[in-house]
């Protein structure tokens, strides 16, 4: 590995590691702010809503970008497919989930879950827009702009959230809030970089073959980290659930992740590496 290549990986783990604290500083903020102003009821509800989204969304969780990342030769169809298998699949999540809202709402007996379910449903359709020319920012190990892109991403939902907190006091200010953020990140992504996706499925299978063990892992940690939330829910009702969410997000925003951040910047110097010859 090149000297300058090793600097810009260096360069770049600082990057990710400030937008860390940048995300979780506003997290700790929105967090303390939202707890005053907002009933654990509102927590739980969103939580229970979330927590099925979430887990559809794994369908959809194949890592297309690392996949990109680690293709040192990928061309404009590998881009063109990663963004059409994500939007198609977005579309998908975001018809299932409108379909359940009913069921859902009614497997945890709180009858205006439906209609959270129902807006939160539209969550998947945005990320899947997202223009899939952002991701050169980490192949090309170009981490200013990355975190330029994400940051903006989380000042904008928490503009957006905290007003709305103070003037409805409902939980809808956390559906908002996390709608304006994944809107927020597909219209960023397409001002941000120039590329212009198109539908194509030439590279899909390609695509779907390397990150199919991603997506294992995904489901793995899902269930490693929201599990509790359908039994919490589903046993002791929202309040319960969203005493439980804050006092989660409350007690893991110290202990803030450092590892993740350093991964997100190493990952695209070692795919520079050249790979070893028979």
Known sequence: ???????????????????????????????LILARLLAPQDFGVVAMALSFIAMAELLSAFSFDTAIIQNQ????????SAW???????????LLMIAMAYPIAAFYRSPELMWVVIALAFGPLF??????????????????K????????KLISFAIVVPLAFAFRSYWALVAGILVSKLAGTVISYLMHPYRPRLDLSKARELFNFSRWLLINNFAGFFKERSA?????????????????????LAHLPTTEIGAPINRALLPGFARLDQPTD
């Open 73 to 80: 030769s990928a061309t404009p169809a590998h881009y063109n």
């Open 84 to 94: 059409t298998c994500s939007f198609l699949l977005g579309i998908g999540i975001t």
């Open 1 to 31: 590995m090149s000297n300058s290549t090793q600097k810009q990986m260096a360069k770049g783990a600082v990057w990710m590691i400030l937008f860390k604290l940048v995300e979780r500083g506003l997290g700790l903020i929105s967090t």
């Open 229 to 249: 939330d359908f039994f919490i829910g589903r046993i002791s009702g929202p309040q319960a659930l969203g005493t439980y969410n804050i006092a989660y997000e």
């Open 146 to 153: 990355e975190f330029r892109f994400q940051v903006s991403r």
């Open 127 to 144: 990320t899947g827009a997202q223009n899939i020319g952002v991701v050169a920012f980490l192949k090309e190990l170009d981490f200013r």
